[in-house]
């Protein structure tokens, strides 16, 4: 029975989708929020560039009016000898709700992280952004196609 269960958890696995469309996702800015110790403002602004860059090869414009915004958030939390680090990639947009009188709210409309445990965290958390932000283009593209 188990063995069943296995093959048919699988497929699910390997041909799961995230629960987000990047539909019509034209405009962005990025807004890095740096929560550690290890990170300083000059190391951000490279990292901000880094993002900008990656999404504009992607064929996204950045910076125009009314841009919806990437936010990457970077928190540690130092344990003897290694960094355990969260990086979050999200997307919020201004929403209209279905609520009555319909307001308007900022939602995530894309939230993607990754936890990792290292000890050399600086090096290892700008691979961990690529890795988010790869998925982000990669998921951005699929949703143009």
Known sequence: MKKLLLILFIPAIL?????????????????????TDFIDKSQVSKIK?????????AGIVMNKIDASTVM????????????VVNVTLAV???????????????????????MIDTDEPYEDTIESINFLLDGFVEAYINDKE
């Open 15 to 35: 041909f799961a989708a995230i629960p987000f469309t990047l539909d019509n996702l034209t405009n962005l800015r990025v807004f890095c929020m740096n929560k």
């Open 49 to 57: 560039t880094m993002a900008e860059e990656k999404l504009k090869s």
């Open 72 to 83: 990457i958030k970077l928190e540690s939390l130092k344990l003897e000898k290694i960094y």
């Open 92 to 114: 919020g947009e201004e929403i209209i709700t279905k609520r009555k009188d319909s307001p308007q709210t900022l939602a995530f409309t894309y939230f993607m992280n990754d």
